[in-house]
């Protein structure tokens, strides 16, 4: 009895010591984590694609890499404006065809290599040699790029273009270092990124990116040390890590009900944000009866477009004009001005009697969209827009999905009578929302619903006007120009959301789209 | 023993022609399937020029035999192959980054439904027609016909969100830092003595194992149970009664012995399709495993990962299965192979 007693004292004094032991070692560790204050965790349901300048070509992706890099301008918060960023000064010269870029001295890749105008022609070469996805935005633009002595660079484009600074900005122009990059590869896992207030500490695909501040940034300190971004797979579970406190941001994208839900509590803030994304239909006038410009105003004249933005939405978009935003310059309502704010049902069955239809002698259409690419929403926006077209009585609306690969094809290759589509522009300018869809040679990728001599002579006088005053004059005229002709319906314009803790500040959602995160603090 | 070996040497023979099979019905199915690839990898902004280019690039444009054959030779060389999408990483890196997330959950979901199937069902068998008994084979096929989501909503919404008790989401907190050796956290965290690592990876896994486990337990509780009283009711059980043996050890060392081959067997089963079926689980709780992974390659129609990825999969199943038939051989010394 006495034996059996001591050992069942020495396995529980054994128990008691390992316990002890593993407990001060737990508590020991646990307390080398960094402050709470100094670490800020973003939760998102986007992913990195390629961390890769010269391949990624995504937004989250960018968003990442205008962190962890930076261009030879960069956006002023809360405005459109490009302020110097890598480029000290810049001169444009041979009526914008030339372009002079003065770059900072002194300044460092995280791999000791300096900026040189040697390092910014490698970068900018490198993409039109890898023609990844985003080589267009030199390809299509650069013709060369020249050393003139070691911090100016002078970039030669094939013509003149009116909003090549906008161009420049864009993440696939960041310079990096030809150190840490292979010359002609696409290196998706790289971490070095370039000059940006921040570096990738540590990144593990779709679990975790940690990004520290860069203490050899030249520009602004970021307020927050550690920014951690945490990916999660759908919205419902990015919205119960914000509400079970394992995040303090919620960013892309939470579910409209979720946004107005989370607005109620009085545990976190939403901030809101007039974004540049916007939506639309596209009615291919190379198939019947959308040829006929008739039809075509009447499917215009007829939306309902609160019925999407507030239906379905729960108003967290607005109803859109026009293809250029509001809020960005050049913009005007187009479409409200030729067909009121609609629905205008009188006028659709006006426009649609002229075409030859009746109550009995109906439209018939098919409408196709996608379901799971612009979110869970999207059959509840095509039977919207189904309710409203048919609420004329002379419309029958035949509904058809395909899964997004499957609609890409089908869009480019047979061509589908009416398609729901989504952008979010490359470069802030209204030629990015307005040439590539009216353009004859630049809409193929929309299975050229639209094609006019005239569309295409104002858009080409757009992009080489040298000034503003004048641009801003062509694109009215060719907003007022898509509404009349109404190839393409644009329905409604995207706002950005982000929900946080209370105590997070400094978010700054504007038409650039992209988070700042070295602006964010906790309080 | 040397029939056990030609066995095992036969059934590994024969695991040859299944992949090559189910190789080539994904290879041509994933080809019928409309959509593609180039289009959904690019997205709709690229070029014409452009998409023929990368066509050409990925071999998409040779004739489907030469693909086939292609791809086929690349196979027998040991190699998957390259990702279509995304800076085209190795198929074998990409299944290496994900697979040990699915093998842990799969892991601790197993346990956790074994373990509460063996528990009930012993204990059901014990009580057979009383109330205990009827509420646990009611909670079985309650379990069994649980959509997993729900469940895992209604563990995260309460003991994540309201009690704040566990994380409801991914596969460790973002201050924690686990160095990888195996890629799984609870391996890694013990071998590198990080027991913060440990507790954090611990209890981001409880709740997706816990979900995946009770509702795979099901099956076990009803097994176990109508196995257990079946052998219960053997001459054997009753000399060992009549010889005075507490009926605890008659249960546990006696009667679960006999009774474990059926559950073995669905064991083998289950573990397999837990790799597979984990797709649910693993975006309830954005775990980072193959499940979402195959879901989204399949959506990009991202030819090679996939193909990559069933090759692999068929691998581990036929593995599984031989394993556990081996398995039999041992418990049951009747099993002759």
Redesign the interface.
């Given at each position: 009895m006495r034996r059996g007693i001591s050992k069942v004292v020495a396995v529980v004094a054994a128990l008691v010591i390992i316990v002890a032991i593993?407990g001060i070692?737990?508590v020991y560790?646990?307390r080398k984590?960094?402050a709470e204050k100094e670490?800020i965790?973003i939760g998102t349901t986007d992913r990195v694609?390629?961390l890769?300048p010269a391949?990624a070509?995504d937004f989250f992706t960018w968003e990442v890499l205008s962190n962890i890099a930076e261009g030879f301008f960069k956006y002023e918060p809360m405005t459109l404006e490009l302020k110097p960023a890598l480029a000290e000064s810049y001169e444009v010269q041979e009526g914008g065809k030339v372009w002079v870029l003065k770059l900072r001295k002194g300044l460092k890749f995280r791999d000791g290599t300096e900026l040189t105008a040697e390092v910014v022609k490698w970068s900018i070469e490198r993409v039109a040699r890898i023609?990844g996805?985003p080589?267009?935005f030199v390809l299509d633009f650069v013709d060369k790029v020249e050393v003139v002595d070691k911090y100016t660079v002078k970039i030669v484009l094939q013509q003149p273009v009116a909003f090549f600074k906008a161009v420049l900005a864009v993440p696939t122009y960041f310079p990096i270092s030809p150190k840490s990059y292979p010359a002609d590869e696409?290196?998706?896992?790289n971490t070095a990124g370039g000059i940006g207030p921040y570096y990738i500490e540590?990144f593990?695909?779709?679990?975790?990116l940690?990004l520290k501040a860069n203490p050899n940034y030249y520009g602004e300190k970021p307020r927050t040390k550690t920014i951690?971004i945490?990916?999660?797979?759908?919205a419902?579970?990015?919205r119960?890590?914000l509400?079970?406190?394992?995040?303090d941001v919620a960013w892309r994208t939470l579910n409209p009900s979720d946004i107005k839900d989370l607005a109620k509590n009085p545990d976190f803030t939403v901030v809101e944000g007039q974004g540049a994304y916007i939506r639309y239909i596209v009615l291919n006038g190379n198939i019947e009866p959308f040829n006929n410009k008739l039809v075509r105003q009447a499917l215009a004249a007829a939306l309902d477009r609160k019925k999407i933005t507030e239906g379905v939405f729960l108003g967290t978009v607005s109803p859109l004009y026009s293809l250029v935003p509001a809020g960005m310059w050049s913009h005007i309502d187009a479409f409200k001005e030729k067909y009121g704010e609609g629905p205008n049902y009188e006028l659709a069955k006006k426009l649609l009697a002229q075409a030859g239809y009746s109550e009995t002698n109906k439209l018939k259409v098919e409408l196709w969209y996608t379901p799971?690419h612009y979110g869970t929403t999207e059959a509840d926006v095509a039977a919207a827009i189904k309710e409203s077209w048919e609420k004329t009585g002379m419309i029958e609306v035949e509904i058809k999905s395909?899964?997004?690969?499957?609609y890409?094809?089908?869009?480019?290759k047979k061509g589908l009578p009416i398609t729901l589509?989504g952008w979010y522009p490359?470069y802030i300018d209204p030629d990015n929302f307005l040439y590539?869809f009216l353009h004859t040679d630049s809409n193929?990728?929309?299975g050229k619903p639209y094609s006019d001599p005239e569309m295409d002579k104002l858009l080409e006088e757009a992009q080489v006007a040298p000034d503003k005053a004048t641009r801003t004059r062509l694109y009215e005229q060719v907003q007022r120009k898509l509404a009349e002709d109404a190839p393409i319906i644009p329905f409604l314009q995207g706002k950005l959301y982000v929900v946080c803790k209370k105590n997070v500040k400094g978010i700054v959602i504007d038409p650039y789209m992209l988070l700042r995160y070295w602006l964010i603090y906790k309080e | 023993m040397v029939s056990l070996r030609v066995y095992i040497l036969t059934r590994v023979l024969l695991t040859i022609p299944m992949v090559f099979i189910l190789l080539s019905l994904v290879f041509f199915v994933m080809r019928i399937l409309p959509g593609d690839p180039v289009i959904a990898i690019v997205g709709m902004k690229a070029s014409p020029e452009h998409i023929e280019r990368l066509r050409h690039e990925l071999g998409l444009d040779k004739p489907l035999w030469r693909q086939y054959i292609d791809y086929i030779a690349m196979i027998m060389r040991g190699d998957l192959g390259r990702s279509m999408i995304w800076g085209k990483r190795p198929v074998s890196t990409e299944i290496w980054d994900r697979f040990p997330a699915t093998l842990e959950l799969t892991i601790c979901a197993f346990t956790v439904s074994v373990l509460i199937g063996l528990v009930t069902g012993v204990f059901a068998s014990t009580k057979p027609g009383t109330k205990a008994d009827v509420g646990l084979r009611l909670f079985s096929i309650v379990a069994y016909s649980l959509f997993i989501p729900l469940l895992g909503m209604l563990l995260q919404f309460t003991l994540g969100v309201k009690l704040k008790l566990l994380p409801v989401a991914g596969r460790k907190s973002p201050l924690v830092q686990i160095d990888r050796i195996t890629g799984l956290y609870l391996l890694d965290s013990l071998l590198t003595l990080n027991l913060v690592g440990f507790v954090d990876a611990l209890r981001y896994l409880l709740l997706p194992s816990i979900t995946l486990g009770v509702v795979l337990s099901g099956v076990y509780t009803r097994l176990v149970r109508s196995s257990m009283l079946e052998v219960l009711r053997e001459d054997f059980i009753r000399a060992l009664r009549a010889r005075g043996i507490p009926e605890g050890q008659i249960l546990l060392r006696h009667a679960l012995k006999n009774a474990f081959i059926p559950v073995l067997t669905m064991m083998g089963l289950q573990f397999s399709l837990l790799l597979a079926g984990a797709i649910l689980t693993e975006t309830t709780f954005s775990w980072p495993g193959m499940g979402t992974f195959l879901l989204e390659r399949i959506e990009y129609r991202d030819y090679t990962t996939v193909q990559g990825t069933i090759v692999f999969y068929a691998l581990l199943v036929a593995m599984v299965s031989l394993i556990v038939d081996i398995i039999y051989a041992y418990i049951d010394p009747r099993i002759r192979y």
């Open positions: 593993v070692a737990y560790q646990a984590a960094p670490v965790v694609t390629d890769d391949s070509y023609e996805d080589a267009w696409i290196s998706p896992d540590r593990v695909r779709d679990v975790e940690v951690i945490k990916f999660y797979k759908d419902t579970a990015l119960l890590a509400e079970g406190g394992e995040i799971a395909a899964e997004w690969s499957t890409l094809e089908l869009t480019r589509y490359d590539p193929r990728w929309l | -």
